[in-house]
């Protein structure tokens, strides 16, 4: 069995990276006003399909790169530049006015011949650097900018090994064996090594974004430690009863197995819930990270089963062994039950402080700010950031997010006289600092006008403009006939950004009532899923909360390495509540599950929560310290996509583990009392049975006192 599932393994790994394909940085929106003009405009207005950068030229404080002697130096450099191995094309800024009007400042475009899909190779690169360096020693400062210099990113690097790391300790405190941590850490790397294979392999057949990687070996890394560590809990806890090895894996696939698939398919659900939205990178990103979720839960139930047969009986942890003996079946675990007992001797204290707290932390998030990221999110020390920030100082900060109306017409005198219109309108909108002349294509049926804002693409200011734009041109195009729109990379991202902000609530209103369906049906009861939703939307407003005061407001930003603060991803809030949503019933059930089990024996609503909590609060709190280490390591990637997403989730995860299920809920469940556990005789007819924890495979044996939660496990 064992070597059937690592030749299947192999079989994707090999075959994936034997057909790798190219992911792509894209994050348009197929068939968006400003999308569909940007299409329009390529075939009027065409360009080489190539790479290209800015070289962003300085001269000292008080010259003009027109001096003669900095001219002749420009010029000179430029055209060594145009010599270059690999470069195409290079632009005289001072012929294409592109000078700033203090004259300091220059721009010059640089065209590659390499292909817009793929890498300018670094020696290229390199040596166009090199021959700026001439300029350099003639006095004229040389930045380098644009898509061939962005930074790149590895989804993959070590600062996620030094989570790895952090991860692996946090297993051995809990299992007190390194042979039994190691388990976890290798499902889960092979799970994420496969995941990675099979969307290389995808990437060459259809549209995968660059950002998906990074966060499906996140997700994948993060949930398959966790679904591993519940499973290997409850073989450990079995083996101590003295159940034989063979039996104590069926049953603890049966059992912990059950509550896995649970919790991996409202994670995948949800994930792949994101494709609904309609936007291509979102999905690329939801179905990527759903494909790691799945990938985790199909290891943990198949791959772990044939090494836990492998090791055998060397996973009994020793009766000797301290943490052992306090961890036996009988499951005591003196943190957990105290904290919880104070929680109920205290129940409406507890509550009020926890929920004034979690709101407290979730007001900032009504100033949530979206945005599509740029070069202006890199890091300060990355040239392609410094040239960004030079580009603004010297031409204004709309010159880095320009804007373009698009006039087209079969008529070429309508192209012309609409176009006109249209510059005469632009003199009157307020917001804009600069308009270009009517440029009119070769074919004359389109014409096109830049726009230079007065605020940077990622305001909340060029966003309105780019409302207002369309409005003020919409009489235009209806009494002239001719077709008008705002288009440009910028209007293009803030209509990505506009589709995101108004997929959120509905995407909302969806996760809330699965939420409520599927904990309804698990845990046949009313009270049960409306706390625990109402407890996962806390938990989801103070993860954003703490985002806007770290990434908007700056809080803490340069302790954990925000390059700029400003408008987040506009992705962030969808994805984190799609993976917080999957995460938080993770943790009710695997803690609720315990709560019921025992009302359901003994009908003692107090005793029930504190069994539960004896039970299960070492392994949620091991698994979210898991999954806190892992997301708080991709925080240090310095992907400006990924880093609010990964702090969000390490908030979210560490609120809604330690002050929604560990106090909030035992809060809760002691003033309902028996009424947490009601259900209309009616709805629970109409309701289907699942059996979420494997009870069923529960029969009088030898056993028979060994908890039936994976939870109350050995060294947890």
Do not use: C
């Amino acid at each position: 069995m064992l070597v059937g599932w690592l030749l299947a393994l192999g079989a994707v790994i090999g075959l994936g990276f034997s057909f790798a394909g190219s992911f792509e940085d894209s994050s348009s929106i197929p068939g968006s006003p400003a999308q569909t003009a940007l299409t329009k405009m390529g075939r009027h207005f065409p360009s080489p399909d190539v790479q290209s950068a800015d070289i962003v030229f300085q001269a000292p404080s008080g010259r003009k790169v027109t001096d003669a002697d900095l001219r002749k130096s420009l010029a000179a450099t430029l055209k060594a530049t145009g010599d270059v191995r690999g470069v195409a094309e290079v632009s005289d800024p001072v012929e294409s006015d592109t000078v700033s009007e203090d004259g300091r400042t220059a721009v010059a475009q640089v065209g590659f011949t390499t292909k817009k899909d793929e890498d300018v190779p670094a020696g290229t690169l390199d040596a166009v650097k090199a021959v700026g360096s001439q300029a350099e020693q003639a006095g004229l400062k040389a930045v380098y900018g644009g898509d061939a210099y962005a930074p790149s990113t590895s989804p993959f690097g070590p600062p996620e090994m030094v989570g790895l790391g952090v991860a692996l300790v946090i297993l051995v405190i809990t299992f007190g064996s390194l042979l039994a941590a190691g388990l976890p850490l290798l499902t889960a790397i092979l799970g994420v090594v496969g995941t990675m294979a099979a969307m290389m392999g995808a990437a060459n057949v259809l549209g995968v974004t660059d950002s998906a990687p990074t966060l499906a070996i996140m997700l994948g890394l993060a949930v398959g430690i966790d679904y591993a560590l519940f499973i290997v809990s409850r073989h450990r806890s079995q083996l101590a009863a003295g159940m034989p090895v063979a039996e104590s894996i069926a049953k603890a696939n049966a059992t912990a197995g059950s509550a896995v698939v649970f919790a991996g398919a409202t994670v995948v659900i949800a994930l792949a819930g994101l494709s609904v939205a309609g936007v291509p990178m979102l999905t690329s990103m939801g179905l990527a990270s759903a494909g790691a979720v799945a990938a985790a839960v199909v290891l943990a139930l198949g791959l772990l089963p044939a090494l836990l047969g492998l090791v055998g009986g060397r996973l009994t942890p020793k009766a000797k062994a301290p943490r052992q003996r306090r961890a036996v079946p009988s499951g005591q675990v003196p943190m957990g039950e105290r904290w919880v007992e104070g929680v109920l001797r205290r129940p409406v204290r507890a509550l009020i402080v926890g929920t004034v707290a979690l709101v407290a932390l979730a007001l900032p998030a009504l100033q949530l700010k979206l945005a599509v990221t740029d070069e202006g999110n890199s890091p300060t020390t990355t040239s392609s950031r410094q040239a960004y920030d030079m580009v603004s100082d010297a031409f204004g900060p709309g010159a880095n997010g320009p804007l373009v109306i698009l006039v087209e017409d079969d008529d070429p005198t309508a192209v012309q006289s609409t176009a006109t219109a249209v510059e005469d309108k632009l003199r009157d909108v307020k917001g804009i600092a600069d308009i270009s002349g009517v440029d009119v294509a070769e074919d004359k049926a389109a014409a096109r006008i830049q726009i230079t804002p007065d605020t940077g693409p990622r305001t909340q200011e060029t966003s309105a403009l780019v409302s207002h734009l369309r409005t003020e041109m919409r009489p235009l195009a209806t009494s002239s006939g001719s077709y008008v729109a705002v288009t440009g990379l910028t209007a293009v991202s803030i209509d990505v950004s506009d589709k995101l902000s108004g997929a959120l609530v509905p995407f909302a209103i969806v996760v809330v009532g699965l939420s409520v369906l599927l904990l309804m049906i698990a845990f046949r009861s009313v009270a049960i899923p409306v706390k625990a939703t109402i407890g996962f939307l806390l938990s989801v407003g103070a993860a954003f909360g703490a985002t806007v005061a770290v990434f908007q407001w700056g809080w803490l930003a340069g302790l954990l390495g925000v390059a700029s603060t400003g408008p987040v991803a506009s992705f962030m809030p969808i994805i984190v509540m799609a993976v917080l949503f999957g995460l938080a019933m993770d943790y009710e059930v695997f803690l609720v599950s315990a709560m019921r089990e025992d009302y359901v024996r003994h009908r003692n609503a107090r005793a029930a929560i504190l069994t539960g909590a004896r039970n299960a609060a070492r392994v949620v709190t091991s698994a979210a310290l898991i999954m806190i280490s892992v997301f708080v390591s991709f925080l240090f990637s310095h992907d400006a996509d990924i880093m609010p997403i990964a702090f969000a989730l390490a908030f979210g995860v560490m609120v809604d583990a330690f002050l929604v299920r560990m106090t909030l809920v035992p809060a809760v469940l002691a003033l309902l009392g028996d009424r947490a556990w009601w259900l209309p005789r009616r709805l629970d007819r109409l309701l289907p049975h699942l059996d979420v924890e494997g009870e069923n495979v529960h029969a009088p044996d030898a056993a028979s006192d060994v908890p039936s939660r994976q939870n109350a496990s050995v060294g947890l």
